[in-house]
């Protein structure tokens, strides 16, 4: 594995009184794209977002690129190159697409241009002037991507960008996370459609009851199919 | 009376009436664009916005007799003082109180308002200081006089309300206040230091009430409890322009003030009520307001 950019280790997190996460540990080298796998309610997106600072209360350890993040606030995480697309994805409806895709605030050079970013999303650039939550569901989920590569952000948080969309554009997010990855972004995916995750992730964890149970890497996939569709109740 | 008839009405009375009600309605509309601002990104109804109105009016006169500032420095300089104190508030008490219902809010902003108002009361008496018109003279436009000052004011409310307009909705700062207003904790995970930015809309919401009280001290007389009676109106405007809105604030504003100079001409018992009576009607047809939008 690639120097580490993500180290979480023994991350608890609550939502007021539940306690949704038990001591959640895993790494992600510079370059690498790693998969939360898990039942619903496992605490796959709740990892993401105790990572983002973003939980009413976390304890334990947030490693990014050797620096501890758990005393920080969520917008100071951010600024140290980290970048979060939600499941709900979040998409301002009192703001239009262009609206949308500037305002997340640069935090480090080298993020990709506006142009870049129409070039990988084209139906954006169309429909730059529309309201932000007037794009098909699809078009909406390119949205929540595209604003945060313009960012700088090499660390990129990804939560369910394939739920709820037709097969052909989750063909197409997919091609998109490969390039991605190709430009060299750090990505983890959260996702419940494991055929998708399969064809674009190195690593996969899995997850239950609020801890990760089991890593498996992409080439161990086949050999371990039983044991996933345990896991995941397939 | 009955029914108006505007041709028994002289064309002196009906026009000095309106200019009347532009003038209301020109800090009807600033007053309720700080209001919707506020509760827009802070979801706390601001009951000491004319509390911090007559502050304004208050820094400017205190500005005036203490330091001879002239009103044209107070201009800018109560405003910012004010919007000062405003930070102050939101940083000690305030933002304390985001997580729980508008109630505490409300609360917590109308007994700071009673306190405001009751210092100022006890430290400078309830008969109003008067404010010399820093614009002298007016013209006489055939069918009617115009103070040349009122005319000013107007003109510097419009000026005003439409560049915190376009503050918010065209500006970078604008998109992150309305997208902070929609949701806070994204806004926040892209690095954006949310709780400065409510820190700073309120200042300036505070800011913007206290700039109309300056406006006002030469046309009012500078009394503590100058804001009481206003705010109340304020909040009718803010509840038929529609809660948060901030076009609807500015139109609504100056389109109340209007309605209420005719109201005069018209019918003059009728002119302390007409608002609340428009307020109950617009409830009755559009309960978020003419430009709100429901959620």
């Known amino acids: 594995m690639a120097e580490t950019l993500l180290k979480v280790d023994g991350l608890q997190a609550w939502y007021g009184e ?48 050797g620096r501890e993040t758990i005393r920080d606030a969520s917008n100071a995480i951010a600024r140290q190159g980290i970048a979060y697309c939600p499941e709900e994805r979040g998409i301002f409806s009192s703001l239009n697409v262009e609206e949308n895709m500037l305002l997340p605030p640069q935090v480090k050079a080298g993020g990709m241009s506006l142009d870049e970013i129409y070039q990988l999303f084209p139906n954006l650039k169309e429909r730059r002037r529309s309201q932000g939550t007037k794009l098909s569901g699809g078009e909406q989920q390119m949205l929540a991507i595209g604003r945060i590569l313009r960012t700088g952000a090499d660390m990129l948080l990804l939560d369910e960008p394939t739920e709820g969309l037709a097969p052909v554009i989750v063909q197409r997010i997919g091609e998109v996370i490969r390039t991605l990855k190709s430009r060299g972004f750090t990505i983890l995916l959260v996702e419940q459609n494991f055929r ?39 | 009376m009955g029914a108006c008839n505007i041709f028994e009405v002289s064309t002196q009375l009906l026009f000095s009436q309106l200019l009347l009600g532009l003038i209301n309605g020109a800090f009807y509309a600033m007053l309720s664009l700080g209001l919707a601002v506020i509760f827009g990104m802070l979801n706390v109804i601001n009951f000491t916005h004319g509390a911090q109105y007559m502050m304004g009016a208050f820094a400017a006169w205190l500005m005036l007799t203490e330091l001879h500032i002239p009103f044209w420095g107070a201009l800018v300089l109560a405003p910012i003082v004010v919007g000062l104190f405003g930070i102050v508030i939101e940083r000690l008490m305030l933002k ?90 994204l806004v926040r995970a892209f690095g954006i230091n949310v709780p400065r930015l409510i820190t700073l809309t309120y200042g300036l919401g505070v800011g913007l009430a206290a700039l109309a009280g300056v406006l006002a001290a030469p046309i009012q007389q500078v009394s503590a409890l100058m804001g009481t009676n206003l705010v109340l109106v304020v909040f009718a405007v803010v509840v038929i322009g529609g809660m948060g809105s901030i076009m609807g604030s500015i139109v609504t504003g100056f389109g109340l003030g209007l309605v209420e100079g005719f109201t005069k001409v018209c019918y003059p018992p009728g002119s302390n009520t007409v608002i609340f009576v428009v307020m109950a009607l617009v409830l009755l047809v559009k309960p978020a307001g003419l430009f709100g939008q429901t959620k």
């Not at chain 1, 690498?32 to 993401?48: D, I, P, Q, W, Y």
């Not at chain 1, 690593?203 to 995941?232: F, S, T, W």
């Not at chain 2, 917590?108 to 100022?120: H, V």
């Open chain 1, 196 to 234: 998708f995750a399969a064809t674009v992730a190195d690593r996969h964890y899995v997850m239950e009851d609020g801890r990760v149970v089991d890593m498996i890497a992409a080439g161990d996939v086949q050999a371990n199919v039983g044991k996933l569709q345990a896991y995941l109740g397939v």
């Open chain 2, 96 to 185: 304390r109180i985001y997580h729980l219902d508008h109630l505490y809010g409300f609360l917590l902003t109308f007994g700071l308002a009673q306190i405001i108002e009751g210092l100022f009361q006890w430290n400078w008496g309830s008969s109003g200081a008067p404010y010399q018109s820093p614009i002298p003279g007016g013209y006489n436009l055939g069918f009617m006089f115009l103070p040349a000052y009122r005319g000013f004011v107007v003109v510097a409310a419009l000026v005003i309300c439409l560049a915190t307009w376009y503050a918010i909705e065209r500006t970078r700062l604008g998109a992150y206040l309305r997208a902070a207003t929609e949701n806070p904790t």
């Open chain 1, 18 to 65: 539940s306690h949704i996460l038990h001591g959640v540990g895993f790494e992600i080298g510079r370059g690498e794209l790693v998969t939360l796998l898990g039942r619903n309610g496992a605490g796959k997106t709740t990892t993401l977002k105790a990572v983002m600072g973003i939980v009413e209360r976390r304890t334990g350890s947030v490693k990014l690129g």
